[in-house]
Nanobody, 125 residues
Framework: QVQLVESGGGLVQAGDSLGLSCLAS????????MGWFRQAPGKEREFVGCIAWSGVYTYYADSVKGRFTISRDNAKNTVYLQMNNVKSEDTAVYYC??????????????????WGQGTQVAVSS
């Protein structure tokens, strides 16, 4: 199994920067892609971005392109979500997820087998 733990959430002001971390443990060799998703109260879970576990490929949702950056530190089994110039609409619980398959689209949450517990990000306007 793969276990994921997010950290780094908190309360920030619009325009600030915030970094989130996701520590992976267990059978990390099974991971193909790490994704970041977010879910605001009463809203559906939304794709934020993803990164190949052992490669360099990244992909971002249009809503965060140019503001958010995903990176990886393989030695620490950790992926990061750097959030710059945050907006009030970025307020949500942020989840990291591990994808072990290569079929279908990495944008689909249903293709991710393992999820963290989430970390709250609140942006005040």
């Amino acid at each position: 199994q793969v276990q994921l733990v997010e950290s780094g959430g908190g309360l920030v002001q619009a325009g600030d920067s915030l970094g989130l971390s996701c520590l992976a443990s267990g059978r990390t060799l099974d991971i193909n892609t790490m994704g970041w998703f977010r879910q605001a109260p009463g809203k559906e879970r939304e794709f934020v971005g993803c990164i190949a576990w052992s490669g360099v490929y990244t992909y971002y949702a249009d809503s965060v392109k140019g503001r958010f950056t995903i990176s990886r530190d393989n030695a620490k089994n950790t992926v990061y979500l750097q959030m710059n110039n945050v907006k009030s609409e970025d307020t949500a619980v942020y989840y990291c997820a591990a994808r072990t398959v290569t079929y279908s689209s990495a944008l689909n949450a249903a293709t991710y087998a393992h999820w963290g517990q989430g970390t709250q990000v609140a942006v005040s306007s």
